[in-house]
């Protein structure tokens, strides 16, 4: 992330806080509305990224397109982000999506830690039964496929999602902004897991973890990565062995399959 969109990001978070608290769900699904909006127009992202135009101006623009049409708190939202300079005009987009995320958020914390909680593992169960059948994950990723029609597939795989997760797994199956659907949930969930100040470590075994295996697990990589750490694991059998753990970049694999695509990398070289 570039220095002067991290800034704004920050300066949003300050500014923005008691909005994205009292905002309601519909305020989430408005600022998603005009997301696809910006990532439809290069023309409007242009002129609201323009350095050479006053915050003021581009705040206007949006006045001008979205303030008959949206709440007052997501038109409030649209400025300010519209008002902060950035680094790239995808990152003006971005902005959104994670504000968005932000408010969604903010109304399961209404339920306290509980509700953070639910909704982080609704998504990461989500992600798991997507990742678990190869058939599924072509629906979802079928260009010719309607929205309408990846959305109910969705909540046949996710039938105990609560309102805040049902919209966010419908928002990834329907436009996953040039991701595959279980990553964005997966980066979704990762905004979650970090309002709660940890981070997700995905985890990739040949075979189910019972439940002491998993806590001894949990406990050595909260060692070795310094944080408190909420565990998602994902049974792969073509890993054969071994484990395969992911924490934001970080990666260590020591997975049967990952040592022997290198040893005959090193015979074919």
């Given at each position: 992330?570039?220095?002067?969109?991290?800034?704004?990001?920050?300066?949003?978070?300050?500014?923005?806080?008691?909005?994205?608290?009292?905002?309601?769900?519909?305020?989430?699904d408005?600022?998603?509305?005009?997301?696809?909006?910006?990532?439809?127009?290069?023309?409007?992202?242009?002129?609201?990224?323009?350095?050479?135009?006053?915050?003021?101006?581009?705040?206007?623009v949006?006045?001008?397109?979205?303030?008959?049409?949206?709440?007052?708190?997501?038109?409030?939202?649209?400025?300010?982000?519209?008002?902060?300079?950035?680094?790239?005009?995808?990152?003006?987009?971005?902005a959104?999506?994670?504000?968005?995320?932000?408010?969604?958020?903010?109304?399961?914390?209404?339920?306290?830690?509980?509700?953070?909680?639910?909704?982080?593992?609704?998504?990461?169960?989500?992600?798991?039964?997507?990742?678990?059948?190869h058939?599924?994950?072509?629906?979802?990723?079928?260009?010719?496929?309607?929205?309408?029609?990846?959305?109910?597939?969705?909540?046949?795989?996710?039938?105990?999602?609560g309102?805040?997760a049902?919209?966010?797994?419908?928002?990834?199956?329907?436009?996953p902004?040039?991701?595959?659907?279980?990553?964005?949930?997966?980066?979704?969930?990762?905004?979650?897991?970090?309002?709660?100040?940890?981070?997700i470590?995905?985890?990739?075994?040949?075979?189910?973890?019972?439940?002491?295996?998993?806590?001894?697990?949990?406990?050595?990589?909260?060692?070795?990565?310094?944080?408190?750490?909420?565990?998602?694991?994902?049974?792969?059998?073509?890993?054969?062995?071994?484990?395969?753990?992911?924490?934001?970049?970080?990666?260590?694999?020591?997975?049967?399959?990952?040592?022997?695509?290198?040893?005959?990398?090193?015979?074919?070289?």
């Open positions: 992330m570039a220095a002067v969109t991290g800034e704004s990001l920050a300066t949003l978070q300050e500014q923005l806080s008691e909005t994205l608290a009292a905002s309601e769900l519909p305020v989430a408005e600022l998603f509305g005009a997301l696809d909006v910006l990532d439809s127009s290069a023309g409007l992202r242009r002129s609201l990224t323009d350095p050479a135009r006053e915050a003021q101006e581009r705040a206007g949006v006045r001008g397109l979205f303030g008959a049409k949206a709440r007052p708190a997501t038109v409030t939202v649209l400025e300010a982000i519209a008002s902060q300079r950035w680094s790239r005009e995808r990152d003006l987009g971005d959104v999506e994670r504000l968005a995320v932000a408010v969604v958020a903010a109304q399961a914390e209404k339920d306290g830690l509980r509700g953070l909680e639910s909704l982080e593992s609704e998504l990461l169960a989500f992600r798991r039964a997507v990742l678990s059948s058939e599924v994950q072509r629906a979802l990723t079928d260009s010719q496929a309607p929205a309408e029609s990846k959305q109910k597939l969705a909540a046949r795989l996710s039938p105990e999602a309102a805040e049902r919209l966010l797994i419908d928002r990834a199956v329907s436009t902004r040039g991701l595959r659907p279980e990553a964005l949930v997966e980066r979704f969930a990762e905004r979650i897991a970090a309002r709660q100040q940890r981070w470590a995905q985890v990739t075994v040949a075979k189910e973890l019972d439940a002491a295996h998993r806590q001894r697990l949990s406990a050595s990589l909260d060692r070795y990565f310094g944080r408190e750490l909420r565990l998602d694991v994902v049974v792969d059998p073509s890993v054969v062995g071994g484990i395969r753990v992911q924490v934001g970049d970080e990666v260590v694999d020591s997975t049967v399959a990952t040592r022997l695509n290198e040893l005959h990398r090193r015979l074919a070289g």
